[in-house]
Nanobody
Framework: QVQLVESGGGLVQPGGSLRLSCAAS????????MGWYRQAPGKQRELVAH???????NHADSVKGRFTISRDNAKNLVYLQMNSLKPEDTAVYYC??????????WGQGTQVTVSS
């Protein structure tokens, strides 16, 4: 059974940086798509960024120029480098992966809090 395990969240001051990681355990297959979503209190979950197996990326307008998604296909790892963090980036961040043979997997979420 595939499980996604996220790490790297925490408390950071505005302007600071964090790096999130998500690893897929129990899977030897390369994932078609890997992505990060976030959900702030009282708001809907939204796409932050995703990356397909070929390396093409898509970042939400709100994070372009500040966040960068990357992946390690050999290890089924996906990263989110977050720079110049703002208070409005505060949310629970979720990892999502889509295998080539259908279905989807979600991580349990990691809290990111940007506050002075």
């Amino acid at each position: 059974q595939v499980q996604l395990v996220e790490s790297g969240g925490g408390l950071v001051q505005p302007g600071g940086s964090l790096r999130l990681s998500c690893a897929a355990s129990g899977s030897l297959s390369i994932m078609k798509l890997m992505g990060w979503y976030r959900q702030a209190p009282g708001k809907q979950r939204e796409l932050v960024a995703h990356i397909i197996s070929g390396g093409i990326t898509n970042h939400a307008d709100s994070v372009k120029g500040r966040f960068t998604i990357s992946r390690d296909n050999a290890k089924n790892l996906v990263y989110l480098q977050m720079n110049s963090l703002k208070p409005e980036d505060t949310a629970v961040y979720y990892c999502r992966m889509l295998p080539f043979n259908g279905g989807e997997y979600w991580g349990q979420g990691t809290q990111v809090t940007v506050s002075s």
